[in-house]
């Protein structure tokens, strides 16, 4: 009721008072100003002229008696002692063309003096220009800084009309001071903001009177129905109790049935009104459906429970369960009928069903070993598929023969867990093994075994799978091995077949093979749809066809398509998914199959080749791509291409640390492309380098909204000019780092890249820079400068970056001034938790963008932070949090709460990145919280909980004040 009156009366009100506001501050006002401006000027244009027709008529009674000189001096006389304005202040002056002023009547030491140098405060010959204004119109205004009125000491902005009397080559001018015209001007604001207060005052008065009226008599007009619908529903609750169609009857007489029945059996389910006829009706179908159960499904004492058909009214048969049981009352029989449609319910298994036998019809091309083998101690193999037996070294089942399957196992630990599985009758599930070949190569598998259970519910056999272990962990990480030719991915295979389908042409049977031919062209088809007189397709032409057998004919006759075509089709709905049409092309070895509209429009046709070129929209691919780009553009194009990348790895569950990897990989592919150029361009190295990525991309964790960070270290040792060499190493880093931003990997704000001085250093440079940073921390500045520590080496010398990497461990052993700094640079973190709480908690309808970048920072920085302290090397948070949790650095609690957030936060920000990007926008890192789940924000609430728990830590063990 409440949201109901805020959106039907609060809210309209409330805008047509914000209308009126608008209005008035957007239009009214500016008018208004505008209008007064123009007022003013037309003041100043009239009163010139006036000054203007002194002259000209002092100029008409020149004569021999009255000269020009003297008609001169009178007109300067009188324009002089012209006056108006409220204070009679505002006045006229004079001045010649050449220029030089002829008279002011407030400045008279100007009289006769040369203006063609003078200026205003702002250095503008505004006398000057005047001249050249009248000299190209006549008259005209201009505006520039002069004395206020009689007050040479006040220097304010005007505005003046000037006109030129070219018989003397006098310019007459007079102005408006802009400071009047503002103080005008925003006296007149005042009174329309005060009216507009008053009036809002009114309106909102008006509108609390009414909203309270409104309100109570919403809220009294809810409380009746609440009323009046708990009472029915007390009545309702007796019929409708039973979520099954229910009716009751007494001497074939319908004493009540529920709306699941009426639903159930296509009637309108509204029972108050249904006419008898109509419970006659559901009487008899119910009915009908009893009467034909087999007598050995009737149970003793009249009762009923089988399963049967029933007719609806519209005719169509339902799979329903139905319950007959007696009742008897005041010496008459009656029957309650319970009606269970399982008509969805075996619907869903009947397609169950057809899907394994897709599936059946498609595991051939799946790169799976399935396998059989015994239970027991001794488990032998006795049936496994092609696949399984390539991953063993095997040409067929027989050499296979009697193989134990414990004997294909190289290492006895993982002999011993696969064993205590078999024996325990559990399940094992991914277990990576390493496995004897046949050939006695070694290679490393994933098994996966399933118990298979008798009639007596003893374990006979157990089922299992095998794949090879590098290939299908590369395919979770996503680029690391190609896709084998025909591997279509699980989202793909899931999708409806309505997005895939190209239109060919549509022929007729005594269509020319040369038409055809030429339609296929215009349409870019790859065939051409036979039909019949009905529209019905009963064939197709593809090159194939007429590279095959139009040939034969030798244009020696006209040739129609239906001698070539080829036929009967295979057709699918545009209601099935692309694993539908898949298999159907596969199981009947086709390269097209038509699909059928069932709205009526024309046929489509989907081709095998297609699909298997989909395979194209994969990391390995886009990886292949970057690497043969020609160009800058094309490059660029290739990166654009990974938000889509990501979308559809987050959509397959690949998570979103793997989707940094992935974009880290790119960055790194192109910076070591850019940098092979620079060296190219600026000749071989003076000096070994190494080629560093820090921060995100060092940990292998970029997002769609991170910029690059990095840095050059080359070897400083028995050198003669340093600069030399640095100089060569900055032209580098400037290419890199400017090829990079164009490719879609943004400048850093912060300047932390090679193609600036302090991150482009000599090997003993950088060895006495983190020195200071250790010994002689600043709290300030730790926590951008700890990201060089998540450094990784992307091309160069290994042993530079290996040297850099072992002085910093050495450097920070027993430096606990340097923790101690950097424990109060993390506590200094402050989390937003009040703005999480409010929308968590108190349902708070705030739109704010809140940073997921300020947690995920806490959760690295913290997790760094030990890494550094123990002396962990590696770099990307998780197997940071791996490491210190195998040399119990960390509590099992601090490794799960903190892995599970950092997987949650970056997978929550890779979905609102892209979701920015899909809808033309700027990836960023703000979130808007109301859009999140209740779930997610609670989530996130107790995330912050725990980086906070931490802190408290660091600030007890750290003794951080």
């Not at 157990?462 to 591997?487: C, W």
């Not at 964790?701 to 060499?725: C, H, R």
């Not at 990145?913 to 808007?928: C, D, E, G, M, P």
């Amino acid at each position: 009721m409440q949201s109901r009156f805020i959106n039907r009366i609060l809210l309209p009100s409330l805008f047509a008072v914000f209308l009126f506001l608008i209005s008035m501050y957007v239009y009214v006002i500016p008018d208004y100003r505008e209008s007064l401006m123009d007022k003013k000027r037309e003041t100043i244009r009239e009163l010139t002229n006036t000054a203007w027709s002194v002259m000209s008529k002092l100029d008409g009674m020149v004569s021999d008696s009255f000269p020009v000189g003297q008609a001169q001096h009178e007109a300067a006389l009188i324009i002089s002692e012209m006056r108006y304005g409220d204070e009679m202040k505002d006045y006229f002056w004079i001045t010649d063309t050449l220029p030089r002023m002829v008279m002011h009547p407030y400045r008279p030491q100007l009289n006769g003096a040369d203006l063609s140098q003078f200026e205003d405060l702002s250095g503008k010959k505004f006398f000057v220009e005047i001249v050249r204004l009248v000299e190209a119109s006549d008259d005209g205004y201009i505006d520039y800084k002069w004395q206020w009125k009689d007050d040479s000491l006040m220097v304010v902005p005007k505005l003046s009309y000037v006109k030129v009397y070219e018989p003397w080559g006098w310019i007459v001018g007079t102005g408006i001071y802009v400071e009047d015209v503002k103080r005008e001007i925003a006296q007149v604001t005042r009174q329309v903001v005060l009216i507009s207060i008053v009036i809002t005052l009114l309106i909102a008065a008006l509108i609390a009177y009414l909203a309270r009226r409104n309100y109570t008599a919403e809220f009294a007009r809810e409380q009746a129905q609440n009323k009046l619908r708990e009472t029915l529903e007390k009545y309702k609750n007796l019929v409708e109790a039973s979520p099954d169609g229910v009716l009751m009857t007494l001497n074939d007489e319908v004493l009540y049935f529920n709306t699941w029945l009426t639903d159930m059996l296509g009637f309108d389910h509204d029972a108050d009104t249904v006419p008898e006829s109509t419970a006659l009706q559901l009487l008899g179908i119910v009915k009908a459906g009893v009467e034909s159960v087999q007598s050995d499904e009737r149970l003793k004492d009249n009762e009923l429970v089988a399963e049967t058909f029933i007719r609806n009214k519209n005719g169509r048969l339902k799979e329903v369960i139905i319950h007959r049981s007696v009742f008897e009352t005041s010496g008459r029989q009656g029957f309650i009928y319970t009606v269970k449609d399982v008509s969805r319910h075996k619907a869903t298994q009947r397609e169950l069903d057809a899907n394994l036998e897709k599936f059946k019809s498609i595991a051939g091309w799946m790169k799976l070993g399935v396998f059989r083998c015994t239970a027991g101690r001794n488990p032998k193999i006795v049936e496994m598929n092609s696949t399984g037996l390539e991953l063993l070294g095997f040409t067929s089942l027989a050499e296979m023969k009697e193989v134990e399957l414990l004997g294909l196992f190289q290492d006895q630990e993982e002999r011993r867990k696969v064993l205590k599985s078999i024996i325990a009758d559990q399940q094992l599930k991914d277990k990576l093994v390493k496995v004897n070949l046949h050939d006695g190569t070694r290679k490393s598998l994933l098994i996966s075994l399933f118990p298979v259970k008798d009639n007596s519910d003893n374990v006979q056999f157990f089922d299992g799978i095998i794949v090879d272990a590098y290939e299908h962990l590369s395919r979770r990480v996503g680029y690391d091995t190609p896709l084998s030719a025909n591997q279509l991915t699980p989202s793909l295979l899931l999708k409806p077949v309505t997005g895939y389908i190209k239109s060919p042409p549509v022929c007729n049977l005594d269509t020319p093979v040369e038409i055809a031919c030429r339609l296929m062209v215009q349409k870019n088809s790859d065939l051409a749809i036979v039909a019949d007189q009905k529209g019905k397709p009963i064939g197709l032409v593809t090159h194939g066809d007429i590279s095959r057998r139009f040939v034969f004919y030798e244009n020696k006759r006209p040739v129609s398509v239906s001698e070539i075509m080829s036929a009967p089709v295979t057709s699918v709905s545009d209601q099935e998914m692309v694993v539908d049409a898949f298999s159907l092309m596969i199981t009947k070895r086709i390269s097209y199959i038509i699909v059928l509209s069932n709205e009526g429009r024309p046929p489509g046709y989907l081709s095998l080749t297609d699909l298997n070129e989909l395979k194209a929209d994969t990391p390995e691919f886009l990886i292949n791509s970057i690497q043969h780009a020609q160009s800058l553009p094309e490059l660029a194009e290739e990166v654009k291409k990974l938000p889509r990348m990501i979308t559809h790895m987050l959509e397959s569950g690949a998570g979103a640390l793997t989707s940094g990897k992935l974009i880290s990989k790119v960055a790194d592919q192109l910076t070591c492309r850019f940098i092979e150029e620079a060296i190219a361009s600026l000749g071989s190295p003076p000096v070994q380098f190494a080629f560093m990525v820090l921060g995100s991309e060092g940990r292998r964790e970029q997002t769609l909204a991170t910029d690059q960070d990095n840095a050059i270290i080359f070897d400083d040792s028995g050198i003669n000019d340093k600069e030399v060499v640095r100089n060569y190493f900055l032209e580098m880093g400037t290419s890199v780092s400017k090829k990079l931003d164009q490719t879609g990997f943004p400048l850093c704000k912060g300047g932390v890249m090679a193609m600036n001085r302090e991150w482009c250093l000599g090997r003993s440079e950088i060895n006495q820079r983190v020195t200071e940073w250790i010994s002689n921390p600043n709290p300030a500045e730790l926590l951008q400068i700890s990201i060089f520590f998540d450094f990784r080496l992307v091309y160069g010398e290994s042993g530079l970056s290996e040297h850099v990497q072992q002085h910093c461990l050495t450097s920070l052993k027993n430096k606990e001034v340097f923790f101690y700094n950097l424990a109060t640079s993390l506590v200094s973190i402050r989390l937003n938790m009040k703005t999480v709480s409010k929308h968590t908690d108190d349902n708070d309808s705030q739109s704010e963008g809140w940073d997921i970048k300020q947690p995920l920072m806490a959760i690295t920085s913290i997790v760094r932070f030990w890494s550094l302290k123990y002396g962990i090397i590696e770099r990307s948070t998780p197997e940071r949090l791996l490491a210190l949790k195998s040399v119990e650095a960390i509590s099992d609690s601090f490794f799960e709460e903190f892995h599970s957030a950092f997987r949650f936060l970056n997978h929550l920000r890779l979905q609102h990145q892209v979701r920015n990007l899909a809808s033309h926008k700027t990836a960023t890192n703000l979130i808007v919280l109301e859009t999140l789940t209740e779930m997610d924000r609670l989530t996130i609430k107790n995330i912050l909980n725990a980086i906070q728990a931490h802190q408290s830590r660091l600030i007890t063990e750290f003794r951080v004040t």
